[in-house]
Antibody, heavy 115, light 107 residues
């Protein structure tokens, strides 16, 4: 059974950094295109970024609002996906979801950026 | 930036048909997907590649595409279908974009 479990959310001050994780089971991250999607409180879904498989070049792409501040990475030995978020802004406050191909989703982790 | 436009809300009586549209110039060349999201839950894919329904999704959910618009149709709406619905597609760079979202209310 495919499972995605996010963790690492919490409260961080503007300008700070946070890394959220997505532990995968039931499949191998190495062979999957993975995406991060976020949802601000009471708002719609917003695509954050994607990492392709090494076979497809391992390319990482990001939405304009987070480009240059957020970095997606993967630890194949732990079968875990990461989202490193730097220079956080109040508008980054959201539930962050990881998803495999938009077919399988985690339960999300809440990141709150506030002073 | 690329945008996908949906009506903010759609209301329908039980047993009737609900149609949710999603418009964007790129939809003429790119596939669209549809997601259902209920409060406090992660999104669930209902339709992908414009018309394909994943296993386990009720047959009353269907998708269609015409020009720059994709449409989600819910035939014989049930109370449990009340939720927010989002379309998803990609822009010319291959980056993904979600639609603005539609709240479907079952009267």
């Amino acid at each position: 059974e495919v499972q995605l479990v996010e963790s690492g959310g919490g409260l961080v001050k503007p300008g700070g950094s946070l890394r959220v994780s997505c532990a995968a089971s039931g499949f191998t991250l190495t062979n999957a295109w993975m995406n991060w999607v976020r949802q601000a409180p009471g708002k719609g879904l917003e695509w954050v970024g994607r990492i392709k498989t090494e076979t497809d070049g391992g390319t990482k792409d990001y939405a304009a609002p987070v480009k240059g501040r957020f970095t997606i990475s993967r630890d194949d030995s732990k079968n875990t996906l990461y989202l490193q978020m730097n220079s956080l802004k109040t508008e980054d406050t959201a539930v962050y979801y990881c998803t495999w191909g938009f077919q399988h989703w985690g339960q999300g982790t809440l990141v709150t950026v506030s002073s | 930036s690329y945008e996908l436009t949906q009506p903010p809300s759609v209301s329908v009586s039980p047993g009737q048909t609900a149609r949710v549209t999603c418009s964007g110039d790129g939809l003429a060349k790119k596939y669209g997907s549809w997601f259902q999201q209920k409060p406090g839950q992660a999104p669930v894919v209902m339709i992908y590649q414009d018309t394909e329904r994943p296993s386990g999704i009720p047959e009353r959910f269907s998708g269609s595409s015409s020009g720059t618009t994709v449409t989600l149709t819910i035939s014989g709406v049930q109370a449990e279908d009340e939720a927010d619905y989002y379309c998803l597609s990609s822009d010319s760079s291959g980056n993904y974009v979600f639609g603005t979202g539609t709240q479907v209310t079952v009267l």
